[in-house]
């Protein structure tokens, strides 16, 4: 399962880089597959321990901050690995094919 999620805290202001990091270095430290981009964090693993890592990520922020919010998406697609990549993989590729047919038309 790939679980995207952000984790914002409340109440600290409107710089919130430092806080994110906290929990970024959680799922970084977890040794699981993840990716984080300007929105969200991706982490991929089995249910168990991608939702700990989740906790973990979250309780990192609510140590220093007094409310947090937390936005999470799950794709649960059993005996897929690797699709973080995979994943980006397939568009990039459709991508080229759309770049290549419009030259070969041009």
């Known amino acids: 399962m790939i679980v ?20 970024v270095r959680v799922v970084r ?5 993840n990716r984080t981009d300007a929105m969200f964090t991706s982490v991929e693993g ?3 321990e991608v ?19 937390v936005v999470l998406k799950a794709d649960i697609r059993p005996g897929v690995t690797d699709g973080l990549t ?6 990039e590729r459709h991508l080229s094919q759309e770049g290549a047919a419009a030259r070969f038309e041009g």
């Open 86 to 91: 995979s994943k980006v993989d397939t568009v």
């Open 29 to 33: 430290e977890s040794g699981l597959p």
């Open 4 to 23: 995207a999620f952000s984790v914002t805290p409340l109440g600290v202001g409107e710089d919130v880089g430092e806080y994110v990091a906290d929990a």
């Open 51 to 69: 939702m700990a890592v989740v906790k973990r990520a979250v309780a990192a922020v609510e140590a220093r901050a007094p409310r947090v919010s």
């Open 46 to 48: 089995e249910w168990d």
